[in-house]
């Protein structure tokens, strides 16, 4: 398994998470990422975001977090 870059959007509302997230897949020749948010939108707007950039989007809830493990 590839090494995750972390984004960690928690606390943080739209479109702060997309822009971390779009900074983070531009600024690195990895592939794989995991963003963390914690609202329903944010999970939204980060999932459409990355698959509109070609990424495969795997989301999982951890307690009041949503982790998006993003990869191609």
Sequence with gaps: ???R??????????PQPVLMTKK???SS????F????????????VTRFACNAGYRV???QDGEDYRLVLDK
Excluded: F, P, Q
């Design 24 to 26: 983070a897949l531009e």
């Design 34 to 45: 995991e963003v963390i948010v914690d609202n329903a939108t944010a999970k939204e707007n």
């Design 1 to 3: 398994m590839a090494n």
């Design 58 to 60: 795997k989301v999982t």
């Design 5 to 14: 870059e972390i984004v960690d959007a928690r606390g943080l509302s739209c």
């Design 29 to 32: 020749k990895n592939n794989n």
